[in-house]
């Protein structure tokens, strides 16, 4: 007997979570991801719908190519209905009841997971702080200690000081300090670092100075911050996918490639926009002996 | 004076006195980011000797910020790692810890990153002790704010052109525009940024119709020890030894 399609079990899966799912209750796709990353966590390693749903980080967390596909066929065969709204594609029951995949020789691994997810739904957070869900439950499990720094904490003091009619720099400035501080040191991630710490040096030098009399500026930061994450997820996929996804590893790193090369482009037009406004003018007083860049800088050029 | 430990104190003396303009390395820009005192004072030393016109091209200028850059973020990346997985012990063993760590997960500038955990011993120590959260930020915006001075001093160099000169025309790429030049510097230098470098003066000489130029620079091992073969490829450009001649002149004085 061939080996099930990983679209086939989670389309089943996706049946089973909406028809357990609490009334007027709704999920979006990203929810049924998290739903079984949250399944594949609770199954021993060696269960078959453990092993079939390959999981890479992205964006908004762990995603799987199997959801995607199985998301569409469940809206195609009825298992699921749809809404539009500004937030995306909500999905609720359909009438259809999804086929079993042909895994009959591993039903108890189906049996299993099926009675985990029910006791997943029931707890999961439907009306509110899928956040903190996100964060306490998946997040933890983040291979980089960069993803929920940036998540959690540089993404929303960046919207903070933006939207705050009186912005606090210095709490932006030292988000953006623990961001940098917790960067990965994978070489695969250096030419993002590079570009992450440029970043860093010009938030700084724009929130040390009269950022709050900036507005289009302070929106301008806002948008390089969302860029880096972006930039950041697009090396991620290509970093935490397994050999399941060896087909799209190139076409992925040619855009990770990319949006690194138009991040870095976007960070030479708001440093261009910093210089216009007078932030590169400031006094700056070269350091004296017995400082640490003194020594620093002494131990670098003694390395030539 | 005269020729000394393979350096010709007059001859490099000369060639600091006959160019009006001088192209300058990145590793001079970090230098003159810091009031030298008179010990291995090379920069100071330079930078007093006279006061002819500083260029240098937007890449060096990069270089030179992305090598200060890299010494915050590796700094700061020791410290997460001190504050998350390092155990407060022996305080020697925990700063050989700290200096494997250094060595095992980076490639280049090393020493800087160790000589300023060396300098920062205390606040170290202190992140091995799992401090609460609040400490281990405080700690961390403690560095980044010893490495704002250079960074401020680069940013304010960059925008005023009397100080600096940048020369922002230098092709991306000089393989296609100076294919011959290229080679014949690619088959001489091992390191692609110092290539890069001598093209970047080469196109400034090329596009502004200068007669001379001299290459400022402390690294003797990518300039000088081919000096003579690099010289020819780039006439009329001259490469100044400054770091053999401070050391055969004023370090001698100390």
């Known amino acids: 007997m061939s080996e099930p399609d990983p679209s086939d079990i989670a389309l089943y899966l996706i049946g089973e979570i909406l028809d357990d799912l609490p009334d007027d209750a709704h999920l979006y796709q990203m929810d049924l991801h998290k739903i079984l990353y949250l399944l594949q966590k609770r199954l021993d390693d060696d269960n078959l719908v453990a092993e079939k749903l390959p999981f890479y980080w992205y964006r908004h967390g762990p995603v799987t190519q199997a959801v995607f596909e199985a998301s569409e066929s469940a809206t195609r065969r009825d298992v699921a209905q749809t809404e539009q709204n500004e937030q995306g594609t909500r999905y609720l029951q359909g009438p259809a009841t999804p086929p079993s995949p042909s895994i009959d020789t591993h039903q108890a691994a189906l049996s299993e997971a099926s009675d985990e997810l029910s006791e997943i739904i029931e707890n999961y957070r439907f009306y509110q702080q899928r956040d903190r869900l996100l964060e306490e439950d998946i997040y933890s499990d983040a291979p980089y200690a960069f993803q929920p720094e940036v998540k959690f904490n540089l993404l929303p003091a960046t919207q903070t000081f933006v939207d705050n009619e009186r912005p606090e720099p210095e709490r932006l400035a030292d988000s953006f300090n623990r961001a940098e501080s917790k960067l990965p040191l994978d070489d695969s991630f250096s030419g993002f670092n590079s570009e992450f710490s440029r970043l860093v040096t010009l938030a700084e030098m724009f929130l040390d100075d009269d950022a709050v009399a900036h507005p289009l500026l302070q929106a301008e930061l806002q948008e390089l911050v969302e860029t880096a994450w972006r930039v950041f997820s697009d090396h991620l996929q290509s970093e935490t996918a397994d050999d399941y996804y060896a087909d799209s590893q190139q076409q992925w790193e040619r855009n990770a490639q990319q949006s690194l090369s138009v991040f870095a482009q976007e960070l030479n037009a708001f440093e261009q926009r910093l210089k216009e406004a007078g932030f590169f003018e400031r006094d700056a007083p070269r350091a004296t002996e017995g400082e640490s860049w003194a020594r620093v800088a002494e131990s670098i050029l003694s390395e030539n | ?254």
Not at chain 2, 37 to 62: L, M
Not at chain 2, 77 to 84: F, G, P
Not at chain 2, 91 to 113: A, C, G, N, T, Y
Request: proline content about 3%; aromatic content about 10%; glycine content about 6%.
């Open chain 2, 1 to 254: 004076m005269g020729q000394s430990r393979g350096v010709d104190t007059e001859r490099e003396l000369a060639r600091l006195e006959d160019h009006s303009r001088h192209f300058i390395d990145a590793n001079l820009l970090i230098g003159f980011s810091v009031e030298w005192d008179q010990q291995n004072s090379a920069s100071k030393f330079y930078f007093n000797r006279g006061s002819p016109a500083y260029i240098t091209s937007e890449r060096v200028y990069e270089e030179a910020r992305g090598v200060v850059e890299q010494c915050r973020r590796q700094t700061l990346q020791v410290a997460t790692h001190v504050a998350m997985e390092f155990d407060s012990g022996l305080e020697s063993q925990l700063f050989d810890d700290i200096h494997r760590f250094i060595d095992l997960h980076f490639d280049d500038l090393k020493s800087p990153v160790k000589e300023y955990v060396e300098y920062n011993r205390p606040a170290f120590r202190t992140l091995s002790g799992d401090p609460p959260e609040q400490e281990t930020d405080r700690i961390k915006s403690e560095i980044r704010d010893d490495y704002k001075t250079p960074l401020r001093f680069l940013a304010k160099l960059c925008h005023d052109s009397d100080i600096l000169g940048i020369w922002t025309e230098a092709p991306t790429d000089h393989e296609d525009i100076y294919d011959g030049l290229y080679e014949s510097l690619d088959d001489i230098m091992t390191n692609k940024d110092d290539r890069d470098l001598l093209l970047d003066a080469h196109d400034f000489l090329v596009v502004t119709g200068r007669d001379g130029l001299l290459v400022a620079t402390l690294d003797r091992s990518d300039f000088i020890d081919d000096r003579e073969a690099l010289e020819s490829v780039l006439d009329p450009i001259e490469i100044v030894d400054l770091l053999g001649l401070y050391r055969e002149t004023a370090a001698g004085q100390e």
